[in-house]
Nanobody
Framework: VQLQASGGGLVQAGDSLRLSCAASGRTFSNNAMGWFRQAPGKEREFVAAISWNGGRTLYSDSVKGRCTISRDNAKNTMTLQMNSLKPEDTADYYC?????????????????WGQGTLVTVSS
């Protein structure tokens, strides 16, 4: 089972990025999926989550209104569209698949994790 995150890069404040997560080895169409991030010297924090069918989404206050999470179960993929990026968004972004159908903000609800993709936002 593998989750592959991609799409990170170096951008300027105010720019947009689209992160993608591709799953292989099994389908997660019955599982919630989420994005977390970890900045240097800080703990991993929740960014966004989406329920198994995309019907429910959850966002952290820090990205609400600027980010949109979506998924395509036919392709076994998930995306995070990030707009109006800020320097404080700089972090490694991780995608994860949850143990439940509805997403949560708790990392321990996600047994499957991909490697991070680095997002760097310059001021």
């Amino acid at each position: 089972v593998q989750l592959q995150a991609s799409g990170g890069g170096l951008v300027q404040a105010g720019d947009s990025l689209r992160l993608s997560c591709a799953a292989s080895g099994r389908t997660f169409s019955n599982n919630a999926m989420g994005w977390f991030r970890q900045a240097p010297g800080k703990e991993r924090e929740f960014v966004a989550a989406i329920s198994w069918n995309g019907g429910r989404t959850l966002y952290s206050d820090s990205v609400k209104g600027r980010c949109t999470i979506s998924r395509d179960n036919a392709k076994n993929t998930m995306t995070l569209q990030m707009n109006s990026l800020k320097p404080e968004d700089t972090a490694d972004y991780y995608c994860a698949a949850g143990r439940f159908a509805v997403g949560s903000s708790a990392p321990y609800d996600y047994p499957y994790w991909g490697q991070g993709t680095l997002v760097t936002v310059s001021s």
